[in-house]
């Protein structure tokens, strides 16, 4: 029977194994991501944009023009149409999105006038959309988002083909001054690291609506998104959840291809907005939790366990090295990510972020675990 300090050092050293099996085996996918296995961007496919808005009169007169004047061009001609769907604003929605009617032929305009009321959220919209769209090629985006340039539309939807139904690409916010700008990127960066890393992995487990498309088929042959339809949220990442296989779905993490939003400006806002988005992990399919849940709970333990290693002198050797080893490898793959999502200037807090997710995991449970009252609009 081994004593209590070589106990507490053989679990702590399983709990390091397990984060750096996160580490080398999902991660570093997406850190060592090659360029080269990129498709040669072409405007082959015609595609839908479609943008569901709320009350967005400001986000659309301002980011509307830069989705519609994308360089996605075929045969001297616009290959594709941004649709717009008007969930019942109640400001100047209406009017502006009919002024740039005029300039832009190629807008597409849906307009809604009565809510669905058992279906909470914006999926009611978005199927509507996704209904009158022209195209079967859909490109997914928010009204408050803008593109990094015009070759998004390109080069995101360059990756569809007869197998690839399902591109995922990357939506950061953007940089401002203070720290809680900071704390939502880089939790924004976190999840990121994880959906795109285990989509490259062949399991790929959600999707950002910020920046997602997929083929209007695999949309009705799924039935759009009646098994979830009851809950607020889940347009993307649960849909992206009950359909992606380990062969449909591509992963694009090309600069051109971000879709910059503007994050919350208070602690308050925030937290709702991921209260909001926490309450569908639930709904993951069961492998998914179970990784994602291991992820999270041998981060939490690999702390706990190393402070308690701290109190037996004759292991703190081994356990600081263990723990040093597990340090120098994140730091290791979150600065190749950094880099290739040009989130560089975070790195430099790397540790503080890593002590913050404890908080933030813990945080995060009764939003995961509990009914929560939400709501889109």
């Known amino acids: 029977m081994p004593s209590l300090p070589v106990l507490v050092l053989l679990v702590f050293l399983v709990v390091v194994v397990i984060q750096l099996f996160f580490y080398l085996f999902f991660f570093a996918r997406l850190a060592f991501y090659k360029r080269s296995s990129l ?16 009350n967005e009169e400001a986000n659309l007169t301002k980011n509307l023009p830069n989705l519609l004047e994308q360089d996605y061009i075929l045969n001297g001609r616009r290959n594709f149409e941004v649709v717009v769907v008007n969930d019942n604003s109640e400001d100047g929605t209406f009017f502006i999105i009919n002024q740039l ?11 809604l006038t009565q809510d669905a009321k058992l279906i909470p959220g914006k999926k009611f919209a978005l199927s509507m959309g996704i209904k009158s769209a022209r195209y079967d090629h859909m490109l997914l985006t928010d009204a408050d988002c803008v593109p990094r ?3 998004w539309l390109r080069e995101m939807t360059s990756q569809f083909d007869w197998q690839k139904q399902i591109v995922l690409g990357y939506g950061p916010y953007m940089k401002q001054k203070g720290w809680l700008n900071k704390k ?45 339809h009851h809950i607020v949220s889940g347009d993307d990442d649960l849909f992206i959840n009950q359909v992606a296989t380990s062969q449909n779905v591509a992963v694009v993490i090309e600069p051109n291809t971000f879709m910059y939003s503007k994050a919350k400006q208070t602690e308050d806002d925030w937290k709702y ?4 988005h926490l309450s569908t992990g639930k709904y993951y399919r069961s492998k998914h939790k179970f990784l994602l849940g291991l992820y999270a709970f041998s981060h939490f333990a690999t702390w706990l366990l190393f402070a308690v290693c701290c109190f037996f002198p004759a292991i703190i050797i ?26 560089g200037d975070l790195i430099n807090y790397i540790w503080l972020f890593d002590i913050w997710l404890l908080w933030y995991n813990f945080k995060s449970l009764p939003a995961i675990f509990f009914k929560q009252k939400l709501h889109w609009k």
């Not at 907005?273 to 909001?276: H, T, Y």
């Not at 597990?326 to 990510?337: C, S």
């Open 39 to 54: 498709k040669k961007a072409q405007a082959n496919y015609p595609i839908s944009i479609i943008v569901c808005a709320f």
């Open 101 to 111: 009617k005029e300039k832009y032929p190629h807008l597409r305009i849906v307009n």
């Open 149 to 151: 340039t015009n070759q």
């Open 184 to 228: 939502i990127r880089f939790e924004t960066l976190h999840s990121a690291i994880q959906y795109l890393s285990f989509a490259l992995a062949k399991m790929p487990y959600m999707g950002v609506g910020r920046n997602l498309a997929y083929h209007r088929e695999l949309f009705n042959r799924n039935k759009g998104f009646s098994s979830h």
């Open 273 to 276: 907005q991921k209260k909001r």
């Open 318 to 343: 081994y356990a600081a090295s263990a723990f040093v080893l597990r340090w120098l490898v994140q730091w290791y793959i979150f600065q190749r990510v950094c880099g290739r999502l040009r989130e």
